[in-house]
């Protein structure tokens, strides 16, 4: 029997690599700081309104039964992010940009991003 398996709107931990299961669990805990709100503007063009730090531990839990055996995995990750809060061209929407440093604690790994939301 084929089992479909809908789009993951669960949280995965940072930085790690997760396999799809059929039942996924999730938590984090987060911490932000507000380091510096310059509000710089370089002309019409970018407006700097803040600068903030965000140290993060997510963990997560999958099962799935493939073939009728059991498989069960277990992720845990730390990091920190530098974000920037800024507009563009005057307009209202905030964007967020920054860097990502993840550590993953289980499985081991190592991982830098760039961040972008709007």
Do not use: H
């Not at 799935?64 to 059991?70: A, C, E, G, R």
């Amino acid at each position: 029997m084929n089992s479909y398996l809908f789009r993951n709107q669960i949280p995965l931990p940072r930085g790690q690599s997760v396999s799809r299961f059929e039942d996924f669990y999730s938590m984090s805990a987060n911490y932000t700081l507000p380091i510096w709100y310059p509000d710089v503007a370089l002309g019409p063009i970018l407006n700097i309104q803040r600068v903030r730090l965000n140290a993060f531990l997510d963990y997560g839990y999958g099962s799935s039964v493939i073939n009728q055996k059991p498989t069960t995995k277990s992720y845990l990750s730390t990091g920190g992010e530098l974000k920037f809060d800024i507009n563009i061209f005057r307009l209202l929407p905030q964007m967020d940009i920054g860097f990502r440093y993840s550590y993953g604690i289980s499985p081991s790994t190592v991982r830098y991003e760039f961040c972008l939301e709007l």
